[in-house]
């Protein structure tokens, strides 16, 4: 930290001798790698971005923190050589996907290298028998999706951003999303079969590290391990059917959510909109706007639900308005207008506002009528049905009017008290924005494969708090 200088932001930088040397040897030893230094900014500026700007507390937090220097990987030597030379020279590297996190998870803190695997996208083998599939970590999820439909095999769980994100991105920075209704979130066991390494360290090592081995690296923001290729189990293609529902109130749309987590109809997404948040959504081509006090559930339901499901639905109160296969509708597919693309389209409209994330006690009621007596007009619901520990729930992203951090301190403190878990989307490490503890194995993790502490600074409270 010593020899760090600090910018005109006050955040510490290499000084720019440092960074040139190392960009010197990258350059001798692969010139045909893409690296991009101080001539040119903006290209660094936008490289260092994610969409951490829902947040207006990360915003001031991350001000002025940007890359020295961006390198863009297509191939494993090419990331062993850029984490050798990060090691050998002593500058901080942070791993990046598509930079569509929130939480500022791949932005530099300390400046350094940001490394870009986009390239690095091959679907390398496809399990005939059993469907697992290793796959490099610069892939776009919705890529792979589309290599995998004529082989009748899908990914189990995606997030809204599939078509803009990349696989590794997702296991390292993600959690959840379409999908976690049937398979939980990112970490369960299960979800995440193994992963190839890179090391950073003078002679970096390539390890393969089997499902336990994983476990430390999986949502670890890049901090203990570059992530080259993954080994995941997919599902069978289900020719998912996307359904917008409409209710007449809000207790009537919850109630109808709740009771569908108890059936047999086979989904894969259940999202549940407030009307104001509705009323605001770009809704796909043919599907009709809402009207004004229409609460919306939106439902990817399997071809075989269709049957029984309007019928089932309509003696709860809702009314299907709109129905088309997923992958032939027009505008945006639902999954779209779900997670935190919801939060998206209603921040393009009303950019004073931002959003929290929680899981729900059970039964939701109480404390949503809680919240909602509390806050009103400030807070707007947002709910995601997931599988948590083998049992179907109710998540909820609601979108909050700004009202600065005293105000998300209270309502944080208020959603505790009626009984939700928080997970803060305003936070940047990956514990504070967990539960809040420890885990030893992500810190063991990082002493084996990152000794001096270069991969993604700052973002592992264990390292920054261990003894060592
Ligand atoms: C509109 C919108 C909707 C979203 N919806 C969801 C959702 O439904 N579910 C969800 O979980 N998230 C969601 N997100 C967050 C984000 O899109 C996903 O988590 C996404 O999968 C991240 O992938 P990425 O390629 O953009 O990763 P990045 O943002 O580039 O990186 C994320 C983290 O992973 C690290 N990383 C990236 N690649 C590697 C690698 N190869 N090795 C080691 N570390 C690596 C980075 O350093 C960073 O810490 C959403 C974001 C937006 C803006």
């Given at each position: 930290?010593?020899?760090?200088?600090?910018?005109?932001?006050?955040?510490?930088?290499?000084?720019?001798?440092?960074?040139?040397?190392?960009?010197?040897?990258?350059?001798r030893?692969?010139?045909?790698?893409?690296?991009?230094?101080?001539?040119?900014?903006?290209?660094?500026?936008?490289?260092?971005?994610?969409?951490?700007?829902?947040?207006?507390?990360l915003?001031?937090?991350?001000?002025?923190?940007?890359?020295?220097?961006?390198?863009?990987?297509?191939?494993?030597?090419?990331?062993?050589?850029?984490?050798?030379?990060?090691?050998?020279?002593?500058?901080?590297?942070t791993?990046?996907?598509?930079?569509?996190?929130n939480?500022?998870?791949?932005?530099?803190?300390?400046?350094?290298?940001?490394?870009?695997?986009?390239?690095l996208?091959?679907?390398?083998?496809?399990?005939?028998?059993?469907?697992?599939?290793e796959?490099?970590?610069?892939?776009?999820?919705?890529g792979?999706?589309?290599?995998?439909?004529?082989?009748?095999?899908?990914?189990?769980?995606?997030?809204?951003?599939?078509?803009?994100?990349?696989?590794?991105?997702?296991i390292?920075?993600?959690?959840?999303?379409?999908?976690?209704?049937?398979?939980?979130?990112?970490?369960?066991?299960?979800?995440?079969?193994g992963l190839?390494?890179?090391?950073?360290?003078?002679?970096?090592?390539?390890?393969?590290?089997?499902?336990a081995?994983?476990?430390?690296?999986?949502?670890?923001?890049?901090?203990?391990?570059?992530?080259?290729?993954?080994?995941?189990?997919?599902?069978?293609?289900?020719?998912?059917?996307?359904?917008?529902?409409?209710?007449?109130?809000?207790?009537?749309?919850?109630?109808?959510?709740q009771?569908?987590?108890?059936?047999?109809?086979?989904?894969?997404?259940?999202?549940?909109?407030?009307a104001?948040?509705?009323?605001q959504?770009?809704?796909?081509?043919?599907?009709?706007?809402?009207?004004?006090?229409?609460?919306?559930?939106?439902?990817?339901?399997?071809p075989d639900?269709?049957?029984?499901?309007?019928?089932?639905?309509?003696?709860?109160?809702?009314?299907?308005?709109?129905?088309?296969?997923?992958?032939?509708?027009?505008?945006?597919?639902?999954?779209?207008?779900?997670?935190?693309?919801?939060?998206?389209?209603?921040?393009?409209?009303?950019?004073?506002?931002?959003?929290?994330?929680?899981?729900?006690p059970?039964?939701?009621?109480?404390?949503?009528?809680?919240?909602?007596?509390?806050?009103?007009?400030?807070?707007?619901?947002?709910?995601?049905?997931?599988?948590?520990?083998?049992?179907?729930?109710?998540?909820?992203?609601?979108?909050?009017?700004?009202?600065?951090?005293?105000?998300?301190?209270?309502?944080?403190?208020?959603?505790?008290?009626?009984g939700?878990?928080?997970?803060n989307?305003?936070?940047i490490?990956?514990?504070?924005?967990?539960?809040?503890?420890?885990?030893?194995?992500?810190?063991?993790?990082?002493?084996?494969?990152?000794?001096?502490?270069l991969?993604?600074?700052?973002?592992?409270?264990?390292?920054?708090?261990?003894?060592?």
């Open positions: 930290m010593a020899e760090l200088q600090p910018d005109y932001s006050g955040f510490f930088r290499y000084p720019e001798a440092r960074i040139a040397a190392l960009a010197a040897e990258l350059g030893l692969d010139p045909s790698m893409p690296l991009l230094g101080a001539e040119a900014p903006a290209e660094l500026e936008r490289l260092s971005r994610d969409y951490s700007d829902y947040s207006p507390v915003v001031e937090r991350l001000r002025g923190c940007r890359a020295q220097l961006v390198a863009s990987a297509s191939s494993l030597e090419q990331v062993r050589l850029v984490a050798g030379a990060c090691a050998r020279h002593g500058i901080a590297l791993v990046r996907g598509a930079g569509t996190g939480y500022g998870q791949c932005v530099p803190l300390q400046g350094g290298l940001v490394l870009d695997l986009c390239g996208d091959r679907l390398r083998h496809v399990d005939a028998a059993t469907g697992v599939i796959v490099e970590a610069g892939s776009l999820m919705g792979l999706n589309q290599q995998l439909e004529p082989l009748g095999r899908a990914l189990r769980l995606v997030p809204s951003t599939a078509r803009s994100a990349t696989i590794g991105g997702f390292a920075g993600g959690s959840g999303g379409i999908g976690s209704l049937r398979w939980g979130f990112l970490r369960d066991p299960g979800n995440l079969l190839e390494v890179v090391t950073v360290e003078p002679e970096p090592r390539l390890l393969r590290l089997d499902a081995a994983s476990t430390p690296l999986n949502h670890a923001y890049g901090t203990n391990g570059i992530l080259t290729a993954l080994r995941l189990p997919t599902t069978e293609l289900v020719a998912w059917q996307q359904l917008v529902v409409g209710f007449d109130s809000w207790d009537r749309a919850l109630a109808a959510a009771a569908l987590l108890g059936t047999a109809f086979q989904l894969q997404a259940l999202t549940l909109l407030a104001p948040i509705a009323q959504l770009p809704w796909p081509g043919g599907c009709p706007a809402p009207l004004a006090a229409e609460q919306r559930l939106l439902l990817l339901a399997a639900a269709l049957e029984v499901l309007p019928a089932w639905l309509a003696a709860l109160g809702g009314q299907i308005h709109w129905q088309a296969p997923q992958g032939g509708s027009r505008g945006l597919p639902l999954r779209e207008l779900s997670w935190n693309h919801t939060t998206l389209h209603w921040r393009a409209r009303n950019p004073d506002w931002t959003y929290l994330q929680m899981l729900l059970q039964p939701e009621a109480p404390c949503l009528d809680l919240l909602r007596e509390r806050w009103g007009d400030d807070l707007l619901w947002h709910l995601e049905a997931v599988r948590q520990q083998g049992g179907a729930r109710l998540a909820a992203l609601p979108l909050l009017r700004w009202r600065g951090e005293e105000a998300l301190e209270r309502l944080m403190a208020d959603c505790r008290q009626a939700a878990v928080i997970f989307p305003h936070v490490s990956v514990e504070d924005g967990g539960l809040g503890v420890v885990d030893a194995d992500q810190v063991a993790a990082k002493a084996a494969h990152d000794p001096a502490g991969l993604n600074p700052g973002k592992l409270g264990g390292w920054l708090s261990s003894p060592g």
